[in-house]
């Protein structure tokens, strides 16, 4: 056997995909041209699936900053702080997030998927115990797998089990470090933290929240979930990134922890490493101030998702169990959402399609991401093609259609059926929440 | 007659519950069932049926011991062995 044999059954399925139409996973861009347009095959596309989320890619100050940074400072910093040192510009954005945060302590990281494999691996070592929501990201997963701790899964969102499975530990020796996500990246929906907290405090363990989609978009002032349900003082660990609405790449882990910094001599996703070169350092300091200074990029990017969200919701699609920026309409078969996906291409909106088993509850999803940057025209457009192929698809019925249908089954309009796993069906009530 | 032990007693449980699945499998599962192989659930499914065993059995499977498990035995054994037994 060939050492990729292995691959055969994946394999076989992208093959497949691919004949069906273009490849989702390969879309190549001729140009990206604002935050909320792309140039592909020669023709203008609205891009809907980029989590740019206060859509700061081409902010004038940011990439002013990143240009005098990048003459100022090199390309690069070629290898990592602890071996080539720390740039006066790390140690600052350092600085201005721990203050963003009121925390006493912050680390960049190089990528915010390295971010949680840094302190994941290092924070729980052997003989702790992780509980983890079992929706949680790949890097989450990963993170566990890279270092030595007990990883226990609890249901996605179901503060009653977390309970139960600290309660099933008992008094046995170690830690225990609870991982959650301040918005889950496949359906826009949040944890919930409050409850969670309890649970936190009741049993004495660590808390870790992962704000990467959250950061900017959630909160009085953007410091995601965990400021807008008001627990900041239970939350040991924020874990964000820089690549969704900072706009660039990196990731961050903050804390009130005193002893945080030996985690710079002992955590090896930061040690050995190449640090973020000096001009994206630049962008998103002045990012992370825009957060601060502009709440109205929140309020623009809370106002398009609401349009998004009820737009779709009014015409039958089911979705995600609350408005967010990420908006995922639910399809029946991976095929039709395929189809789907291709047919919104041809229609010039790019957004995600995410297939099983990435998905949670096995549900292909076509994800889109709303962004600041949007225009309401350009919430319409994508609007209209989405109802007008959802239409051709069956995926959603006709006007007169679906009033007959909506009666006979009585299902009140503004209700959509929602399962989560573990969780079996929910109604949830999808207009204003 | 010999009494069941504590495993043979959760190697029926688990049985039962595969049988009691929304999809159960054509052919009865046995001690020797290979659970990703031979049940055709998909990798959701069987996080669900282990879920629901935890709950059963009030014990959480580590996600090491759960990588280790290929039948209904390894995972008898290993929930009896999360009980103390």
Not at chain 1, 63 to 69: F, G, K, L, R
Not at chain 1, 136 to 161: K, M, Q, T, W
Not at chain 1, 266 to 280: D, G, K, N
Not at chain 1, 314 to 337: T, Y
Request: aromatic share 6%.
């Amino acid at each position: 056997m060939a050492i990729l044999d292995k691959f055969k059954p994946q394999q076989a399925a992208y093959t497949a995909m691919k004949t069906t139409g273009r490849d989702p996973f390969s879309v190549c861009f001729d140009e990206v041209v604002t935050p909320s347009e792309a140039v592909l095959k020669g023709r203008r596309i609205i891009l809907l699936g980029t989590n740019n989320y206060l859509g700061l890619t081409f902010d004038r100050e940011c990439i002013q900053d990143a240009v005098a940074a990048v003459r100022q400072a090199g390309t690069g910093t070629t290898g990592s702080r602890i071996a080539n040192g720390t740039y006066g510009d790390h140690a600052q954005l350092e600085r201005r997030l721990a203050a963003f945060y009121g925390c006493r302590s912050a680390m960049v990281f190089s990528t915010g998927y390295q971010a949680n494999l840094g302190i994941l691996s290092t924070v729980a070592g052997r003989g702790d115990t992780i509980l983890i929501d079992a929706d949680s990201h790949a890097s989450i997963y990963d993170g566990c797998r890279l270092g030595g701790a007990e990883v226990i899964r609890f249901r996605h969102n179901d503060p009653d089990d977390l309970h139960r499975r600290l309660r099933r530990l008992g008094d046995a020796p170690g830690n225990r470090l609870i991982v959650v996500e301040g918005i889950y990246s496949m359906l826009g929906d949040t944890a919930p933290l409050t409850e969670i907290a309890a649970v936190k405090r009741e049993w004495g363990a660590s808390l870790l929240v992962d704000e990467a989609h959250s950061l900017g978009v959630l909160g009085e002032t953007g410091r995601g979930l965990t400021e807008e349900a008001g627990v900041m003082d239970d939350v040991d660990f924020i874990v964000g990134t820089f690549s969704k609405s900072l706009g660039a790449v990196g990731g961050f882990c903050v804390s009130n922890l005193p002893d945080f910094d030996v985690l710079r001599v002992v955590c090896r996703p930061y040690m050995f490493t190449a640090s973020l070169p000096s001009a994206v350092i630049a962008s998103v300091t002045r990012a992370l101030a825009h957060v601060h200074e502009r709440p109205e990029l929140r309020e623009r990017l809370s106002r398009n998702a609401h349009r998004l969200y009820r737009g779709l919701a009014a015409e039958g699609f089911v979705l995600g169990p609350r408005v967010s920026p990420i908006v995922s309409i639910r399809l029946p078969s991976s095929e039709v959402a395929i189809a789907f996906w291709n047919a919104l291409l041809d229609a010039g909106i790019y957004l995600n399609l995410a297939l099983p088993p990435a998905t949670p509850d096995n549900a292909p999803l076509l994800r889109s991401s709303v962004s600041a940057a949007h225009s309401d025209d350009q919430i319409d457009a994508a609007l209209e093609a989405m109802v007008g192929i959802g239409r051709s698809l069956g995926v959603i019925a006709a006007p007169a259609r679906r009033a007959r249908d909506d009666q006979r089954a009585g299902v009140r309009l503004g209700e959509a059926t929602w399962g989560q796993p573990g969780h079996g069906p929910a109604r949830v009530a999808v207009t204003g929440s | 007659m010999r009494t069941m032990s504590q495993k043979d007693e959760i190697v029926a449980v688990i049985i039962e519950m595969i049988g009691a699945l929304p999809q159960p499998p054509a052919q009865r599962a046995t001690p020797e069932t290979n659970i990703a192989r031979d049940l055709g659930l998909d990798s959701l499914a069987v996080m669900n049926l282990v879920m629901q065993l935890e709950d059963r059995f009030d014990v959480s499977m580590p996600m090491d011991r759960l990588a280790e498990v290929q039948t209904i035995d390894d995972l008898a054994v290993t929930i009896a062995d999360l009980q103390g037994g």
